[in-house]
């Protein structure tokens, strides 16, 4: 079965400005490091932004550039694919544990959970239908996608796949170093819409061989700053829409191949 | 919605405050015998009752995966050595292949304890982490996915759930995707989570933790006990599992409404409970007992009576199992389907035990003790923070 991906959505340092993106990704811009700043996903009521934390806000941001009027709240799924979750809140908790008052504030316990993205999201956009959040470590970009491929091949309609991870606080930062946060989305369906930027299909699981570098090198530093950075190959063949192959880190020592076409 | 090709779920594994194996939790059940205990947990400064499993601290790891060595993990281990699952699995890799057999783990704080031991080091030692803490090997949550993945020799496809306390429910719906889209043949499906402050803490900041035993269901119930537990199935084609309780149908749904507390009409439970029962392409009648959620927060249960009431009205047999052994939080999802498969394969229907007043409130009739009687089919509930909901059917 073909599975479209019909829209894509980026949030990073120097990738904000969805048409200054959209000319890096399709490598008519260099990209340079630029600080997000604050984000602000605008469909989640104030009350509870105020309440989210800057890894929430970073999956929101990315993940609300996919929503469409037309779409069946109730039946699109969404899958969450992240790596370290939001490793600040675990820096906030277990620091509050340690001490002799160990004192957790309820929201920073249910923000600790791993789905709380997920959560929020659905409060924001009242999606009520299936929802997963994952990590596969370092291979949890190709995880987090192949799940989402899959619901769409058995479970049918469309699913938003949002992978992201961010830097980790700096008593942890020894253990999992990454240079950027970035959040990469895609609005993936059974159909293809107005619009629709690939076709997507899963060759496999290949042991060793190469991984796709970005094809604008400028973002090869964004690449290489954290493990779902393999996905910016990914991002840039559809926004070019052209036609590929691209191969990403996948679970042990092995890579996986997927061929993007129309 | 498709009809649901089952699965056949050909070994399986657990281990919780009940004791180690299948047997054991069975047992408790026949005898009406909870596993929680008073006892305190290292660290913990306020009244209630743990669901823990004893002797995890006398285990080890595989020395080859030693650098896996979190107390998740251990429990991880001593599910996999019992009820003969390792040599289960060990036939499946024979016979389908190693890179065909996929791996879905589902834990909510993972070895997270660790790290929880590593600050407190820190704290005592000039901001210096203790030499042997390992964050990628404990607190990230795909170190249970790559620990048994090793553990058993798989290499097939899978990822690691983390949805609160339906993430191990959750798990049986990514393997069944994955074997239909033709990603492996079969699937390990599990969960592990295991005792830590962050749990315990964080339950008590939301003031969701009893002082007593818990109570699901009870005119008099006042929160969860936090429990630990470890599970694991293999899951095959049907045709491979002749005589063997089958795996039918999964509904999964958002609330949309709430972090912590669920919808109060049970919108998303009942939207998940319909899910499963259509994809099972059963009559809802012949769905006869419900494994609740039942986790023994005044909300919990009566948002999850008020959608069990939607969709069965008031016939179903039901009851929660975490009487016996706590909300085992990411090993819910697993631990309650197994006891699911086991009231099919054993004839019987597990009661609710600590249940004293059934609250005359919530309209449903839980199970007070354990029954014998035979049903064809079941489901197994599990709602989790995030308003993240799973419901499974099992049947012969």
């Known amino acids: 079965m073909a599975v479209y991906i019909n829209d894509i959505s980026v949030i990073g340092p120097g990738l904000v400005e969805s048409e200054e993106t959209h000319a890096i990704l399709c490598g008519e811009k260099q990209w340079a ?18 309440r989210t934390t800057a890894v929430i806000k970073l999956a929101l941001k990315c993940i609300q550039g996919l929503l469409r009027d037309q779409d069946d709240l109730n039946t699109v799924a969404t899958v969450f694919a992240s790596s370290d ?5 675990v820096d906030k908790m277990c620091g509050a544990l340690a001490c002799e008052k160990k004192i957790i504030s309820p929201t920073l316990f249910h923000n600790s959970v791993h789905n709380a993205p997920a959560g929020y999201w659905s409060i ?4 009520k239908g299936p929802s997963t959040s994952l990590s596969a470590g370092d291979a949890s970009f190709v995880c987090g996608l192949l799940e989402a491929v899959t619901q769409v091949e058995v479970d049918g309609g469309t699913v938003f796949f949002v992978a992201y991870d961010y830097p980790a606080p700096q008593k942890l930062d020894q253990y999992r170093h990454s240079d950027y946060p970035l959040a990469m989305a895609f609005r993936l369906s059974n159909i293809a819409e107005h619009k629709v930027l690939g076709t997507i299909k899963l060759e496999g699981v290949e042991s060793g061989g190469k991984v796709s570098k970005c094809r ?5 530093a964004l690449r290489q700053a954290l493990p779902i950075g393999c996905g910016l190959p990914l991002v840039e063949a559809l926004s070019r829409r052209a036609r590929m192959d691209v191969v ?13 076409s129309h | 919605m498709k009809i649901m090709q089952p699965l056949a779920i050909t070994a399986k594994t657990m281990v919780n405050a009940c004791g180690k194996g299948s047997a054991k939790t069975l047992d408790a059940l026949i005898r009406n015998q909870s596993g929680l205990s008073q006892q305190q947990f290292a660290g913990v400064d306020f009244d209630t009752w743990i669901g823990e499993v004893k002797g995890v601290e006398n285990l080890s790891l595989e020395p080859e995966l030693a650098h896996f060595s979190c107390r998740n993990n251990l429990l991880a281990r001593m599910a996999l050595d019992t009820d003969n699952f390792r040599e289960s699995v060990d036939e499946a890799v024979a016979h389908y292949g190693a890179e065909r057999v996929g791996l879905f783990v589902g834990t909510s704080t993972s070895g997270g304890a660790e790290t929880e031991k590593a600050y407190e080091y820190a704290l005592q030692h ?5 030499d042997n803490y390992q964050l990628m090997n404990s607190q990230n949550l795909a170190s249970l996915q790559n620990y048994v993945e090793q553990s058993l020799g798989l290499r097939g496809p899978g990822h690691t759930i983390s949805t609160a306390c339906s993430s191990s429910s959750k798990v049986f719906s990514a393997a069944y995707r994955h074997i239909v889209s033709g990603q492996c043949d079969a699937a390990v499906v599990g969960g592990v989570d ?32 936090i429990g630990e537990a470890a599970g694991f199935i293999l899951l095959e084609a049907a045709e491979l599992g002749h005589g063997k309780v089958k795996f039918k149908g999964y509904g999964e749904s958002s609330d949309a409404y709430h972090m912590s507390t669920p919808h109060p009409d049970g919108d998303g439970a009942v939207k998940a409970m319909n899910d499963a029962i259509s994809r099972s392409g059963l009559d809802t009648k012949a769905i006869e007992y419900i494994n609740l959620h039942g986790t023994a927060t005044r909300n919990n249960d009566a948002a999850e009576a008020l959608g069990l009431l939607r969709v069965f009205g008031d016939s179903a047999y039901c009851s929660s199992t975490k009487g016996f052994i706590g909300h085992t939080l990411g090993a819910a999802g697993i631990t309650e389907a197994i006891i699911s498969i086991l009231a099919l394969e054993k004839n019987i229907l597990p009661g609710n035990v600590n249940l004293q007043k059934i609250d005359p409130q919530i309209g449903i009739q839980p199970l007070i003790e354990t029954i014998d009687y035979s049903v064809e089919n079941v489901m197994s509930n599990n709602f989790g923070f995030g308003g993240s909901n799973s419901s499974l059917v099992f049947g012969w």
């Open chain 1, 85 to 89: 979750g939001d490793l600040d809140i």
């Open chain 1, 216 to 220: 604008n090198k400028s973002l090869e």
């Open chain 2, 126 to 130: 000039a901001g210096v982490f203790p």
């Open chain 1, 248 to 260: 990403m880190p996948y679970l042990r020592d092995e890579v996986y191949r997927l061929t993007i």
């Open chain 2, 194 to 225: 295991s005792l830590c402050l962050t749990a315990l803490y964080g339950f008590n900041s939301l003031q969701l933790i009893s002082n007593q035993i818990c109570r699901p269901y009870d005119e008099n119930r006042n929160g969860i006990n």
């Open chain 1, 33 to 50: 490091d630029q600080d997000m700043g604050q984000l602000k996903p605008d469909m989640l009521p104030a009350n509870e932004r105020r």
């Open chain 1, 124 to 127: 924001a956009s009242s999606m």
